[in-house]
T-cell receptor, first 114, second 112 residues
Framework: SAVISQKPSRDICQRGTSLTIQCQVD?????MFWYRQQPGQSLTLIAT?????????ESGFVIDKFPISRPNLTFSTLTVSNMSPEDSSIYLC???????????FGPGTRLLVL | SQQGEEDPQALSIQEGENATMNCSYK?????LQWYRQNSGRGLVHLIL?????REKHSGRLRVTLDTSKKSSSLLITASRAADTASYFC????????????FGTGTRLLVSP
């Protein structure tokens, strides 16, 4: 299994600002994903982070709001831009080892926007 | 949109009892996975069952899959207070990318 770390673990931000969340994996992985979990809700996939190309976004999520970088096979960042209180959520990255295989999740970043 | 629906939404039992959670999904799947989440933290992978499997065991966990009914169940036997958590099913429908679609989750409370 992969060991995944995220920074920061939590943050409180003012509306209108941006926050960049980092995800680091202890081994090279093909697939990296970013999820959002709104308070009391389940997880929703934001985008798939592709190494060497643009991220693939799910319906309802756009690059201007959630820009993603994937500079190599062990690291990715998600930026939450121009934040509003509705962006208050837990943001989780995950890694997959191939289609049809287990995904492993980071500990999450708990974001509160005031 | 969420593919999986789980029931019950919340379950409260005593230590030593068994807990059963059910998950239903809408489309064909490649596999189904169960995850546990403690107090809004990261998800812990519990078990993966493939579409051609019907039952799988891991310690005190038993998972069944009925693709004809598009449903799965997670049974935790002899539950412990430490099992208190939210449990999510997630399905993979291979489309070239491995995308997980999560169910709504079941909040399990195990009282000593």
């Amino acid at each position: 299994s992969a060991v995944i770390s995220q920074k920061p673990s939590r943050d409180i931000c003012q509306r209108g600002t941006s926050l960049t969340i980092q995800c680091q994996v202890d081994s090279q992985v093909t697939m990296m994903f970013w999820y959002r979990q709104q308070p009391g809700q389940s997880l929703t996939l934001i985008a798939t982070a592709n190494q060497g190309s643009e991220a693939t976004y799910e319906s309802g999520f756009v690059i201007d709001k959630f820009p993603i970088s994937r500079p190599n096979l062990t690291f990715s960042t998600l930026t939450v831009s121009n934040m509003s209180p509705e962006d208050s959520s837990i943001y989780l990255c995950s890694v997959g080892q191939g289609a049809g295989e287990t995904q492993y999740f980071g500990p999450g970043t708990r974001l509160l926007v005031l | 949109s969420q593919q999986g629906e789980e029931d019950p939404q919340a379950l409260s039992i005593q230590e030593g009892e068994n807990a059963t959670m059910n998950c239903s999904y809408k489309t064909s799947i490649n596999n189904l996975q169960w995850y546990r989440q403690n107090s809004g933290r990261g998800l812990v992978h519990l078990i993966l069952i493939r579409s051609n499997e019907r039952e799988k065991h891991s310690g005190r966990l038993r998972v069944t899959l009925d693709t004809s009914k598009k449903s799965s169940s997670l049974l935790i036997t002899a539950s412990r207070a430490a099992d208190t958590a939210s449990y999510f099913c997630a399905t993979t429908r291979y489309t070239g990318f491995q995308k997980l679609v999560f169910g709504t989750g079941t909040r399990l409370l195990v009282s000593p």
